[in-house]
């Protein structure tokens, strides 16, 4: 069984990465996006980028399983072919926190033997939504490195108390809005 940055790396998945290596406390953290479809070849070396990403991606684990993952994914529909091109290395007992652009309501939900918390997201990113959740302060973590930044985000999340519902799968996909994200800024 192939290690999580193994899997990673011989299935070409990595996308942009920002931090992908061990911790100070843990076997592996990543930063960065994660393909979930590649995109086509146009030659034997040349790849177009990817058609579907997880984006704004935090993972950490000390096995050969997901032990957390933090993503943004710009719709839900990206969301099964995620667990089919992951699925060999998720844990049923793994923390799992999407944020969907196209989701109206939130909720947990379990999907193939795993568990997922699904939040709504159009405003904010990944990174200030689980800084909010651990209860954590920006000024705190200004001073850390970018491993210690991973690693306070991931022991401060894994002893938090989500506040999301439970439902089925199929009431999360019932709650995915035809809208998305709106973008503001300069037009």
Not at 6 to 12: K, L, P
Not at 113 to 122: E, I, K, P, Q, R
Not at 155 to 181: F, M, P
């Amino acid at each position: 069984m192939p290690t999580v940055k193994e899997f990673i790396a011989d299935n070409n998945l990595q996308w942009q990465a920002t931090y992908n290596d061990k911790t100070d406390k843990y076997a592996y953290g990543y930063r960065g996006s994660l393909i979930i479809t590649p995109g086509d070849f146009l030659s034997a070396d040349k790849q177009l980028p990817p058609k579907a990403t997880a984006t704004q991606t935090i993972l950490v684990t000390n096995s050969d399983k997901i032990d957390f993952l933090a993503c943004e994914l710009e719709t839900l529909d990206f969301f099964e072919p995620f667990v089919e091109r992951y699925k060999e290395i998720l844990s049923p007992s793994g923390l799992y926190i999407l944020f969907v652009t196209d989701l109206d309501k939130n909720g947990k939900f379990e999907y193939e033997g795993f568990t997922f918390n699904a939040f709504s997201l159009d405003e904010s990113s990944v990174w200030n939504e689980l800084v909010d959740f651990a209860d954590l302060s920006k000024g705190d973590l200004k001073k850390l490195s970018a491993i210690e930044k991973i690693d306070t985000i991931y022991d401060e999340i894994k002893t938090t108390k989500l506040r999301i519902s439970d439902k089925s799968y199929e009431e999360v996909k019932a709650n995915q809005s035809a809208t998305g994200k709106v973008l503001f800024g300069a037009v």
